[in-house]
């Protein structure tokens, strides 16, 4: 069954310091998320991309954030210099249509120290 | 700002209950809901989803109904099975993102 894969599954950095986490959305779906998730708390959303362009983003996705899909599988979140409250699961999300079922990926969870 | 709300915040059932678990939201402008569950540590997996002019899904032995003008859904499982313990989450869309509850942690106890 296809899915949407996730890496790296644990990363953890310094303060200060650049991430990109990777994702690889299922092959035929056009609209593609980032989500997060503090331990303990909601789930939150931070931004969505369609057609090689960011579509919304939330108050959370400041400059420090940016995304990208660099060829035809791969879609990227990186963080310019992490902070310690940026430690989170952050989770890849995609579908087909844009008020379809979203499928997630397993998530990557980040430690800022 | 739509506020989705999920009550209980965690369920201990006997294995073989049938359970409800709850889900409102404060703005019934949405286009669908969907149910999700979580594994400790784990990713969302999709359970259901119902569009805005559906009443319910099934699927197996999950039943979820919608009530846009009351504000409401409600995940029943029949049956309950230990391996149906995890956290349930509901999330809305009203503007093609979802947003999430805090969830129901159910456990099934054999």
């Known amino acids: 069954e296809p899915e949407v894969t996730q890496t790296p599954s644990h990363q953890v950095t310094q303060m200060g310091q650049e991430v990109i986490l990777r994702c690889v959305p299922i092959?035929?779906?056009?609209?593609f998320y980032w989500y997060r998730q503090i331990l303990g708390q909601k789930v939150e959303f931070l931004v969505s991309f369609y057609n090689n362009e960011i579509s919304e983003k939330s108050e959370i996705f400041d400059d420090q954030f940016s995304v990208e899909r660099p060829d035809g599988s791969n879609f990227t979140l990186k963080i310019r210099s992490t902070k310690l409250e940026d430690s989170a699961m952050y989770f890849c999300a995609s579908r087909v249509a844009e008020a379809g079922e979203l499928f997630f990926g397993e998530g990557s969870r980040l430690t800022v120290l | 700002k739509q506020e989705v709300t999920q009550i209980p915040a965690a369920l201990s059932v006997p294995e073989g209950e049938n359970l409800v678990l709850n889900c409102s939201f404060t703005d019934s402008a949405i286009y669908n809901l969907q149910w999700f569950r979580q594994d400790p540590g784990k990713g969302l997996t999709s359970l259901l989803l119902?569009?805005?002019?559906?009443r319910e899904q099934t699927s197996g032995r999950l039943n979820a109904s919608l009530d846009k003008s009351s504000g409401r859904s409600t995940l029943y499982i029949a049956a309950s099975q230990p391996g149906d313990s995890a956290t349930y989450l509901c999330?809305?869309?009203?503007?093609?993102?979802?947003?999430f509850g805090t969830g129901t942690r159910l456990t099934v106890i054999p």
């Open positions: 999330a809305v869309m009203p503007n093609y993102n979802l947003f």
């Open positions: 119902i569009q805005s002019s559906q």
């Open positions: 092959s035929n779906h056009l609209y």
